[in-house]
C-alpha cells in the first residue's frame, strides 16, 4: 500500500505518522514479519527511511528486530487495547461470550461496524481438528457476513451507496474461485438487511467461505442503537443455516439480551491522578484517565522527557513526530471513547497543536473520527497488529526475552507449565557451551523434583498443593530428591515465601536449577522459567546473587508483554 501522502492529504498531516503508520500496516497484513529490504518495497518508502521507521517503532516496544527482520512485538497491543477499551464491549461482554460458546460448543464472535465492513472485538473459539475461528481486528465485507445486513439495517442513502461503490471493486477484483460467490453475496444483500432489520437476526449461508454458517443477532445499547452484533459460527458438517436459526437462535437472543443488560451497568467514566513509568525509566506523574495506556508520558513532562532521551539515544534514527502521534491513540480507553483536544493533549503530555495535528493525520488515514469538538477511535486501528498478534503464545512472547536472559547470564533458560503431576517445558533457549544442559521443547519431568514444578506446585491453592504432593509417587530420581511429603511440603512453603525455587542434584546428579513464577494480567500463575547449570558454573549463593535478579527481570518483561497482549485477547500456553 503507498506510504506517500495523497493530494487529498490535508497540509497539517504529519508525513512520518503517515508513513509509520503505512509500515505498520504492511507488518500486518504480512503475519507480523517482514525483512526490512521487503518492507521498503511493499510500503514504496526508501530503505532509509524504513530503517528510521524501524527503529523508532523498536524504541516504543512495538517492533521487535531480529538483523534484517521485523517482527510485530506484543506491545504493539496497546493501541487495539485502547480501540477495544474505548468501545466499551469486549470487557462486559466476554466473559458472557465466552459462556455461550461453552454451552454452545460452537464459535462465538463480538463484531462491530467498520464503513461497509465488519471488525471483530471479541473471539471465543472452539479447538476442533477443522476449527473455524476468526482473529481480533479481522474485517470482512458486509454482504458477506451475518453481521452485515444487521448494521446495514440503519444505514442511510449515502451509506448505501459508499457500500455499493466497494462491492462492486471487490467483486471486480476478486479471484475465479471467489467472484461468484462475491457476487452472489452483493446481489443479495439489501434483500438480506431488510429482512434482518424485520426479524432481528441474520445468516451467513456459506457466503465468506464453502462449508461456513453463521448466525447474527444485534446488542444494542440502553438507547436502542445497535453497538455489536453478536455471533455464532460453525461448520456445514455440525448446522446448517435453518439448524443454527431453529435450535440456537432463542439462546443466542438470551446471551444478546443478558449482554445488554450488561451494558446498561457499567458505570461512568470517571478521571484521576495516575502515576505511570516510561519506557526510558522514569516515573511521571499527573492527570491521567483510568486504564490509560500512555506510558510514555502522562502528565505535563513526561512524554517530552522520553522522546528527549530517545533521541539523545539514537540520533536522527528516532523519529519524533511518529512516536507522538501514535501516543495519542493510547490516549483513548475505558470510560473514554471520545475526547476532546485538550482532554488528549493532557492525557498523553503533548501540546494541543501537537496533539491537533496528529488527530488531523489520525482522521485523514481513518483511525479518528471527528465529531463536533470530540474525536472517537474507529475500529480501524485494530489492523494495526491485532490480528498478526492475537494468536501469539506465550512462548512466543518469552523466547526473545528468554534469549536475552541467557546471553547474560551464558547458561540456558526454559519455560515450563504444570501438566498433571508434571511440568511439560513450552520454550527452551540453550547456551553455547562444551557441557550445557540438553532438554527439548515438550520433555516432562516429574513437578515436585523440578525447580519449575516446585514454583508451579507452591503457586496452587493450599488444598489443591497438599492433594498433588499426597497423590504423586514420590521416588527417588537421585541420592538427593526430597521424596518426603512433610519435608516437601515447608520447602514449597519456602518456595511461596520467597518467590524462587532453588534445586539441588534432586532431578539429576550434577544439574542446578533456579526458577522463578511468570502471572497473567490477573495475579495467576501461568508458568515459570528457570535457569540451568552444571553445579560447577556457580555456587548456590552466586546464584542467587547474579542469576536471580536477571531471571526475576526477564519473567516481569515477558509479564509486561502477556498483560498487554491478554487484556482481550486468550493468550495460549503452547
Given at each position: ?21 503505512a ?27 524504513v530503517?528510521?521507521i ?28 485502547a ?13 458472557l ?42 474485517l ?13 439495517a440503519?444505514w ?41 432489520a ?5 445468516v ?10 453463521a ?28 439448524s ?6 432463542p ?17 461512568p ?11 526510558a525509566?522514569?516515573?511521571v ?11 510514555r ?22 523519529v ?30 503533548l ?15 481513518g ?5 463536533e ?11 494495526l ?5 492475537s ?29 498433571g ?12 557451551r ?39 509417587a514420590?521416588?527417588p ?12 511440603a ?6 511461596a515465601?520467597d ?7 534432586e ?9 522463578v513464577p511468570?502471572?497473567?494480567h ?11 547449570m552444571?553445579?560447577?558454573?556457580r ?27 491478554g ?8
Open positions: 500500500m503507498p506510504a506517500t501522502a495523497s493530494p487529498q492529504a490535508p497540509t497539517e498531516a504529519v508525513g512520518p505518522l503517515m508513513r509509520g503508520i509500515v505498520l500496516r504492511e507488518l500486518s497484513d504480512a503475519g507480523g514479519r517482514m525483512t526490512l529490504s521487503h518492507l521498503s518495497r511493499t510500503a514504496g518508502l526508501a530503505r532509509s527511511t530503517d528510521r524501524a527503529a523508532t517503532l523498536a524504541r516504543m516496544g512495538y517492533v521487535r528486530l531480529d538483523g534484517h527482520e521485523v517482527h510485530l512485538a506484543p506491545r504493539l497491543m496497546e493501541l487495539g487495547n480501540c477495544l477499551a474505548a468501545t466499551g464491549l469486549p470487557g462486559p461482554l466476554g466473559p461470550a465466552a459462556q455461550l460458546a461453552d454451552e454452545l460448543d460452537e464459535s462465538v464472535s463480538l463484531a462491530v461496524p467498520d464503513a461497509d465492513g465488519i471488525r471483530f472485538v471479541h473471539q471465543s473459539p472452539r479447538r476442533r481438528a477443522m476449527s473455524i475461528a476468526f482473529r481480533i481486528g479481522d470482512l465485507p458486509c454482504e458477506r457476513s451475518a453481521p452485515g445486513p444487521l448494521f446495514a440503519s442511510t442513502d449515502e451509506e448505501w451507496a459508499t457500500w455499493r461503490q466497494g462491492a462492486d471493486a471487490r467483486t471486480s477484483s476478486a479471484g475465479d474461485a471467489e467472484a461468484a460467490r462475491a457476487a452472489r453475496a452483493a446481489r443479495d444483500f439489501e434483500q438480506r438487511a431488510a429482512r434482518a424485520k426479524v432481528g437476526w441474520a451467513d449461508d456459506q457466503l465468506i467461505e464453502p462449508g461456513l454458517v448466525l447474527a443477532v444485534p446488542v444494542r445499547d440502553a438507547q436502542g442503537r445497535t453497538v455489536c452484533a453478536l455471533s455464532v459460527v460453525s461448520h456445514t458438517s455440525r448446522h446448517s443455516t435453518d443454527l436459526r431453529g435450535t440456537l437462535l439462546r443466542v437472543q438470551e446471551s444478546a439480551a443478558a449482554m445488554e443488560r450488561a451494558l446498561r451497568e457499567q458505570p467514566a470517571t478521571e484521576h491522578t495516575a502515576t505511570t513509568t516510561a519506557p525509566g522514569e516515573e506523574t499527573g492527570t491521567a484517565l483510568i486504564g490509560t495506556a500512555a506510558d508520558g502522562a502528565g505535563e513532562h513526561g512524554l517530552a522527557h522520553w522522546t528527549a532521551a530517545s533521541k539523545q539515544e539514537l540520533g536522527a534514527e528516532f519524533e513526530s511518529l512516536a507522538r502521534g501514535l501516543t495519542v491513540i493510547t490516549a483513548f480507553g475505558e470510560g473514554r471513547a471520545e475526547l476532546g483536544l485538550t482532554a488528549i493533549a493532557q492525557a498523553t503530555g501540546a494541543r497543536a501537537t496533539a491537533r495535528r496528529a488527530l488531523i493525520t489520525l482522521e485523514h488515514l483511525y479518528v473520527v471527528a465529531q469538538r470530540t474525536f472517537r477511535l474507529t475500529p480501524r486501528v485494530l489492523a497488529g491485532c490480528p498478526a498478534l494468536r501469539t503464545t506465550l512462548p512466543d512472547i518469552a523466547v526473545p526475552h528468554m534469549a536475552e536472559l541467557v546471553r547474560r547470564v551464558h547458561d540456558s533458560a526454559s519455560l515450563a507449565v504444570l501438566d503431576d508434571a511440568i511439560r517445558y513450552t520454550a527452551r533457549v540453550a547456551t553455547e562444551i557441557m550445557s544442559v540438553d532438554i527439548t521443547v515438550g520433555t516432562r519431568f516429574p513437578a515436585y523434583a523440578a525447580s519449575m514444578g516446585r514454583v508451579l506446585l507452591a503457586g496452587l491453592p493450599a488444598p489443591e498443593r497438599a492433594a498433588r504432593i499426597g497423590d504423586a514420590l521416588r530420581l537421585t541420592p538427593h530428591t526430597v521424596t518426603d511429603p512433610d519435608r516437601l515447608v520447602l514449597l512453603d519456602r518456595v515465601h518467590g524462587y525455587a532453588l534445586v539441588e542434584e532431578l539429576e546428579e550434577g544439574l542446578r536449577s533456579l526458577a511468570v502471572r497473567d490477573t495475579g495467576r500463575m501461568v508458568a515459570a522459567l528457570n535457569v540451568a552444571h553445579i560447577s558454573h555456587t548456590p549463593q552466586a546464584c542467587v546473587t547474579d542469576v536471580l535478579p536477571h531471571l526475576r527481570a526477564t519473567a516481569a518483561a515477558i509479564e509486561t508483554d502477556l498483560h498487554t497482549l487484556r482481550f485477547t486468550h493468550v495460549g500456553q503452547a
